[in-house]
């Protein structure tokens, strides 16, 4: 089993901390896992990605190579198809609706997300909105990982119970706010599935 | 998991294997993709229990000073820097090879191929080489971690400093290292060979010879490393010299084994027993290394008439940039994949300072005030605020290295430049500008300096800034006269008054500072959560 996973989005939108918890359900499961980070300040604001590999065998390479990636998971819209040549042909983009708009050249947003749907292996969902629901716009990270957690090759129970566990240390109530937001993801991403998208 | 198993950025690999290896100090000034060695050890419950020394240093070369001098107790000492902070360091760095170490000296450099959050590619193996020390370059965060013990052990073994290298995608790369007991710290102990720490003419001569003679000695040591591994292949019509985390690329494609003899570096000097072995048997030679073509040259030479060798001299690989498994594939002569082509929709993002950062507000007020004067040239510095040179500021018109913008500033007012003005950071400013504000008080210079406070290491995560207090208290006792060193607060609703001394101090003839101080918005948040929790 092998899973090579690009996540990308605007620096401050929290893409690290979904690494982190995928990281930990990986190593729990005894598998072999390189992630490459972006650190610095200097990134705030700018486009930010990570490379996260999962595998049964041992990993060679830090990097993904092009055309390798089996998901792209993303906070935002035009940062998802930054890394479309990174996608495998039947990869699937997982990814936020609500555009982040920092800068004066932005795309036509209906134009992003017709791209993305080109793809036909895309799940688009409105990330912010999901989390404002469960809680806390700021545990959109959390929903967008339950959406991708049906297609990473782990189970998804321990994923949640990973959730918790990385919250935990900021109380019970905030460790369930990002559960009832993973959960909200989650049931985007098995109707996704169940629609029988290819790939 | 097992105890034993963490999960590590390559950074802190070094740092806990340097902790398990009995550290007694690291020295460090913060620098992007170095930084988080000295914060892992700062964190680590052990390294507290042990007094190891984290504190930050300000520059490089105090840093790489004072782990000499803690080896020269009989310390184990380690030094982190960035690549670029090698050249800070070189004085020291250079001349510690001469004095040789006593406790085991490790410096780690972390260069920066593809110039991710730096000014340039430089390859710290070419400084290993011109100090005549022996060098690792770890592919793995797992050979990190075990690299920087057996570093120590040759350090006090040969008594010489010993230079660890790595680059971005081995430092910010987190894998599953397994790790292994903590050996004790030594104790103190005066060198053996006082004669040798005192570089005078007629000790350093006999000691340069020493040091060329024991050249032998590091190229054995480098030939029989476990981490310089030859590995034969059927195919030999090319032989493939992959160093560091070079490695990890070649062996991505080749998941069953490389057809090609292969001979992974990891360990300087360069081994020549293996590379003249891959001479002999292949028909030529592709040097895979990531940043500089350093083993490329050397196998090269100047008259070229030996094996053929390709690399980044040939064009084989990208002359510039970091490695990436892709960029290495036509030399390996593989079919690319069929992937997407970009989309033409994406635009470029580039970072920005961070809306409500008191940078802005000191940028915002200077542009208003220089509109005023057509020909002001402004020299800045290393830092966030160089992103003062993008939209919407277009502020400043130089950044060269940490310090320039003070000395720029007056070489310009030297050559009749003004207004002439310098902006820096406090954390750059106490790194390397104090120095050159001397230089400009002696002759006093006409230059106005704006050391925009934001009481932090902003830009590599907000490290304590080692002036934060004191900078008034150092510009005056550096000699700037008192009532030309001007605090302001930068926010908006104070804009009149900022563009009002900044006004006065272009128009005052002689060095002047203006400190707009106002915590980093980022370190603050941090701040306030800590005391919430």
Not at chain 1, 59 to 86: F, K
Not at chain 2, 90 to 119: E, I, K, Y
Not at chain 2, 455 to 476: F, H, K, N, V, Y
Request: proline letters at 5%; a negative charge; aromatic letters at 6%.
């Amino acid at each position: 089993m092998t899973t090579d996973i690009i996540l990308s989005g605007v620096g401050g939108q929290g893409i690290l901390s979904i690494a982190t918890v995928i990281g930990a359900a990986a190593l729990r499961e005894g598998l072999f896992i390189k992630q490459a980070e972006v650190h610095g300040m200097s990134q705030r604001g700018g486009d930010v990605q990570s490379n996260l590999r999962i595998s049964s065998e041992p990993i060679a390479s830090d990097l993904i190579p092009l055309g390798q990636a089996d998901l792209v998971i993303s906070l935002e819209p035009m940062e998802v198809l930054r890394y479309l040549p990174y996608l495998k042909k039947d990869g699937r983009l997982i990814t936020n609706s609500t555009p982040f708009v920092n800068i004066d050249n932005y795309p036509d947003p209906q134009e992003v997300i017709a791209a993305i749907q080109a793809t036909g292996h895309a799940v688009v969902l409105d990330v912010d909105t999901l989390a404002k629901e469960a809680g806390s716009a700021r545990a959109a990270n959390m929903v967008l990982l339950g959406a991708a957690s049906p297609f990473l090759g782990l189970e998804v129970s321990k994923m949640e119970e990973g959730v918790r566990q990385v919250f935990l240390r900021k109380g019970e109530a905030v460790a369930d706010m990002n559960v009832k937001a993973f959960r909200a993801g989650l049931e985007q991403g098995m109707a996704n599935l169940a629609h029988g998208m290819p790939g | 998991m097992e105890d034993n198993k963490l999960l590590l950025l390559g950074d802190e690999a070094v740092a806990l294997g340097a902790i398990h290896a009995g550290l007694s100090g690291v020295y460090a000034y913060p620098g992007t993709p170095s930084t988080e060695i000295t914060e892992y050890i700062q964190s680590s419950p052990l390294a507290r229990e042990r007094g190891i020394h984290c504190q930050w240093s300000c520059n490089e070369k105090t840093a790489m000073e004072a782990a000499l001098g803690m080896s020269y107790m009989g310390k184990r000492a380690m030094v982190c820097m960035k690549h670029v902070g090698m050249n800070v360091a070189a004085d020291a760095f250079v001349n510690s090879a001469m004095t040789g170490a006593n406790g085991g000296l490790v410096v780690v450099a972390a260069d920066d191929p593809s110039m991710h959050s730096s000014q340039n590619e430089q390859d710290s193996r070419f400084y290993g080489k011109f100090a005549l020390m022996p060098t690792f370059e770890p592919s793995t965060q797992q050979e990190a971690y075990e690299m920087i013990g057996e570093a120590f052990d040759l350090s006090e073994r040969y008594r010489i400093p010993v230079l660890m290298r790595l680059v971005t995608r081995m430092a910010h790369s987190r894998t599953v290292v397994t790790v292994g007991k903590a050996r004790g710290q030594n104790a103190l102990s005066y060198p053996a060979n006082p004669r040798q720490w005192v570089l005078m003419p007629a000790c350093s001569k006999e000691r340069y010879k020493v040091l060329v003679r024991e050249q032998a000695d590091f190229l054995a040591e480098a030939e029989n490393s476990r981490h310089n591994i030859y590995v034969d292949g059927a195919d030999r019509s090319m032989g493939i010299i992959a160093c560091g985390i070079a490695y990890n690329y070649l062996m991505e494609h080749y998941k069953a084994g490389c057809p090609h003899p292969v001979l992974k570096v990891s360990q300087y000097p360069l081994p020549k027993k293996h590379v003249a072995r891959m001479a002999q048997e292949c028909e030529s030679i592709l040097v895979l290394e990531d940043g500089q073509p350093f083993v490329e040259e050397q196998l090269r030479g100047v008259l070229d008439n030996g094996v053929q060798v390709l690399g980044r001299l040939t064009g084989e690989v990208p002359r510039t940039g970091e490695l990436t498994p892709d960029n290495i594939t036509a030399a390996l002569h593989l079919q690319d994949a069929e992937v997407y082509p970009p989309s033409t929709l994406v635009v470029p993002r580039p970072p920005a300072l961070c809306k409500g950062c008191g940078h802005r507000d000191m940028y915002a007020a200077l542009n208003e005030v220089v509109r005023e004067y057509p020909d002001a040239r402004v020299f800045s510095d290393i830092g966030c605020y160089t992103l003062g040179f993008l939209p919407p500021y277009h502020a400043i018109h130089s950044v060269v290295d940490m310090g320039a913008s003070i000395t720029m500033a007056k070489g310009a007012a030297d050559a009749g430049q003004h207004p002439s003005i310098a902006v820096i950071g406090d954390s750059t400013f106490t790194h390397s500008g104090m120095t050159g504000l001397l230089d400009a008080v002696n002759e006093q210079s006409n230059i106005t300096i704006i050391i925009s406070d934001n009481l932090t290491t902003g830009m590599t995560g907000g490290q304590d800034s080692a002036g934060t207090g004191r900078l008034e208290q150092i510009c005056t006792g550096i000699g700037v006269e008192g009532a030309h060193v001007r605090v302001v607060v930068p926010l908006p609703r104070n804009m009149e008054e900022m563009k009002q001394v900044i006004r006065e101090e272009i128009e005052y003839r002689g060095v002047s500072v203006i400190i707009p101080r106002r915590e980093c918005i980022q370190t603050a948040r941090r701040h306030k959560t800590m005391k919430n929790e």
